[in-house]
């Protein structure tokens, strides 16, 4: 039998409603992995509990100093291989123009002379606009000259992953290197006046050409140290479950390998979304999504809910910095307004045929186009006897959500899944210029979200951003900045939710949005023993000082400030 544990001196975060009381002074009693109590510390109900069956077992006391305890955070949109890979990758996010991109590539092409291609992660294409001969665009020519005694491959990623900058090393390596070359499926391959590849590679070229490309240069042993790292640093932020969005056969595969290699068992649960590209060959789109339905029925999430394929992803649209997002209007600075990836009617007919395999469907959606266009696909759904809401299909993102869309969600059940820490002010500094501030006020409205009744997730969709769970809850409930803390901007602070609304977002909301809120994103008897112990001040403007202490999951402490991770 598993020790008992029992949390004391605790102010557990417990709410249901934001008529509730945030905080209740209590403890937590763990036994065979489940929370067997959650209440008052001196209650009768307590000492039934401490009971134990046997005089041998033994009970632990975890004094929580009257410090916050809540349910384990939940990462409702990830990519965790994407996310470990990228702690090995050159981070150009804090560089502001194009010569300090260049340094700083160089400098590190200096540093790494071993290193058989230069990998960049955080290039934010607003800092080589303004006022160059080069009009702003990314051109591999600006790349080449960087590192002269081996001319490496250079890949610079976008903060958004939706678009990488290449060097013409890179473009040859990746066969993009001749006017001949076809922008691929919902992708595009930008060219010079000649036609040949000029460097910029965006949406569809990422997931069809360059990370099949990168995944091949690989070892396995490189993709488990990836594994590793990205789980690492979960359970030091507080998570112990997460939704992996974009799973392809090569992560589903790393991650097989390393579940195998930790005896069957994770130190956090992962829910998969498996990706199915746009295509223009409707035989490519349904192998692909056969494979998806093959791949949830050998893990699904009744039989395997710590480690399941709960449905499919869509790429819906691009995003708004890189001008792809679909947008009911045009780009200030372009003619026509922006397509969405998916026809409407090849997405409504996937939809379709994926709700029927019962399968979970969700759609990355920005622009107000298409998330009008994937609202309607799942309405074709709705019928008497099987509401869309009982599937919890889900839509990603929504930055940019009309008035009346934002309340459709609710009508329907379908999930916001968004990531606050994208509405971070620094973050959203190109966006007047490229929408006029009139769209700007519609941008992130997930106050709107709540009060039309939709079911919400909070993610981070790291490693597109910072995978802290914390500032992401600041971003929510104060609109101001995490990133440039100092600074005084809000993004919309009329959309900001409350300290409660969202912390269960990252909790019992993530959980609610795989069909988990039955077993784990709340602490109640009989759920599994996923929670934290946080050094906090309960206030918005405490999230950003507040520290994990302590992850539990499963009963088991997985993290602890003072000893690191324990596996």
Not at 51 to 80: K, L, Q, S, W, Y
Not at 401 to 430: N, W, Y
Not at 446 to 470: K, N, Q, S
Request: aromatic share 6%.
């Amino acid at each position: 039998m598993s020790p008992t544990t029992v949390v004391t001196n605790a102010r557990l975060f417990t709410s249901t409603d934001d008529c509730g009381e945030d905080l209740v002074p209590g403890c937590l009693v763990v036994r065979d992995r489940l929370i067997e109590y959650v209440g008052p510390q001196g209650s009768e109900t307590l000492a039934q509990a401490m009971a134990c069956e046997a005089p041998t077992t033994e009970v632990e006391v975890v004094d929580a100093g009257n410090r916050v305890v809540t349910p384990g955070f939940i990462d409702a949109h990830v990519h965790m291989l994407h996310f470990g890979l990228s702690l090995g990758k050159l981070d150009v996010m804090g560089c502001t123009s194009l010569e300090q991109i260049r340094e700083t590539i160089r400098a590190f092409a200096v540093a790494n002379p071993a290193a058989p291609r230069i990998l960049c992660k955080g290039w934010i294409q607003a800092s080589i606009t303004g006022g160059s001969s080069h009009g702003g665009t990314p051109l591999a020519s600006m790349l080449d000259d960087l590192d002269p005694p081996h001319a490496r491959p250079i890949y610079v990623e976008a903060l958004d992953l939706h678009s990488v900058w290449c060097s013409r090393a890179a473009l040859a390596e990746l066969g993009v290197d001749d006017a001949t070359t076809k922008d691929p499926p919902g992708g595009t391959i930008h060219r010079d006046a000649q036609g040949r590849p000029s460097g910029l590679l965006d949406e569809g070229a990422l997931p069809l050409l360059v990370w099949p490309f990168l995944a091949k240069t690989l070892t396995a042993q490189q993709k488990q140290t990836a594994l590793h790292l990205a789980v690492e640093a979960y359970l030091q932020a507080g998570y112990t479950g997460v939704i992996d969005m974009a799973m392809d056969e090569d992560e589903w595969t790393a991650l097989e390998t390393y579940r195998a290699r930790n005896n069957d068992e994770l130190p956090l649960h992962i829910a998969a979304h498996w990706l199915v590209p746009y295509s223009d060959s409707d035989a490519e789109i349904q192998a692909t999504l056969d494979r998806a339905i093959e791949v949830h029925r050998k893990y699904p999430p009744a039989m395997s809910p710590s480690f399941c394929v709960v449905g499919i992803k869509l790429i819906g649209d691009g995003v708004v910095d890189s001008c792809t997002a679909a947008l009911s209007q045009p780009y200030g600075a372009k003619p026509n307004p922006v397509e969405p990836i998916w026809p409407a009617a090849t997405m409504t007919r996937v939809i379709q045929q994926a709700d029927a395999a019962g399968l979970q469907i969700a759609v990355h959606a920005i622009g107000d186009r298409t998330i009008t266009q994937t609202i309607d696909a799942f309405a074709s759904l709705n019928k008497p006897l099987s509401p869309c809401r009982r599937r919890r299909h889900r839509i990603e993102h929504l930055e940019l959500a009309s008035a009346r869309d934002a309340k459709r969600l609710g009508e329907l059940g379908i999930t916001a899944s968004v990531q606050p820490v994208h509405s971070d002010p620094a973050l959203f500094k190109a966006w007047p210029t490229l929408l006029g501030t009139h769209r700007c006020r519609r941008a992130f409205p997930y106050r709107e979200f709540l009060e039309g009744g939709a079911p919400v997730a909070f993610g981070t969709d790291a490693p597109t951003a910072a995978h802290l769970p914390l500032p992401n809850l600041y971003n929510a409930t104060t609109r101001r900045s995490a990133i440039e803390p100092e600074s005084t901007e809000r993004t919309n602070p009329q959309f900001a939710v409350s300290l409660t609304a969202a912390l269960k977002a990252a909790t019992a909301g993530a959980a609610y949005s795989r069909h988990a809120e039955t077993w784990t994103g709340s602490l109640r008897k009989g759920m599994s023993a996923d929670f934290l112990v946080l050094d906090m001040d309960w206030t918005p403007a405490g999230l950003l000082a507040a520290r994990v202490r302590q992850t539990w999951f499963q009963g088991r402490k997985m993290f602890d400030m003072e000893q690191g991770v324990k596996r």
